[in-house]
Nanobody, 127 residues
Framework: QVQLVESGGGLVQAGGSLRLSCAAS????????MGWFRQAPGKERELVAA????????YYADSVKGRFTISRDNAKGTVYLQMDSLKPEDTAVYYC????????????????????WGQGTQVTVSS
């Protein structure tokens, strides 16, 4: 069983920055592929960024490329999402997701590939 706890959300003005953190329980964090998703009201949950087990391969949605950075610290069991140059359209609940005991060393882009989810953290960007 894995528990994911997100933190770092909040209210920020357009152009500002936030750093989300996701702390994972369990002793096998380094075997997990990790991802950040977001869901705005009335919209589908979408992938924002993903990272492989080693942290040396990442994926970004086109809408956040160049503004967001995903990273991980396997020693701390934590994955991060640094969000810069925030826009009002980034407003959403952000979810951390994990695919546990993943033998491949690739990032995962399909929502169905992840088997554990955090409770979400609200990010609101005002114009």
């Amino acid at each position: 069983q894995v528990q994911l706890v997100e933190s770092g959300g909040g209210l920020v003005q357009a152009g500002g920055s936030l750093r989300l953190s996701c702390a994972a329980s369990g002793r096998t964090f380094s075997e997990n592929a990790m991802g950040w998703f977001r869901q705005a009201p009335g919209k589908e949950r979408e992938l924002v960024a993903a990272i492989n087990r080693n942290g040396d391969s990442t994926y970004y949605a086109d809408s956040v490329k160049g503004r967001f950075t995903i990273s991980r610290d396997n020693a701390k069991g934590t994955v991060y999402l640094q969000m810069d140059s925030l826009k009002p359209e980034d407003t959403a609940v952000y979810y951390c997701a994990a695919r546990t005991y993943y033998s491949g060393n690739y990032y995962l882009t399909a929502k169905s590939s992840y088997n554990y989810w955090g409770q979400g953290t609200q990010v609101t960007v005002s114009s």
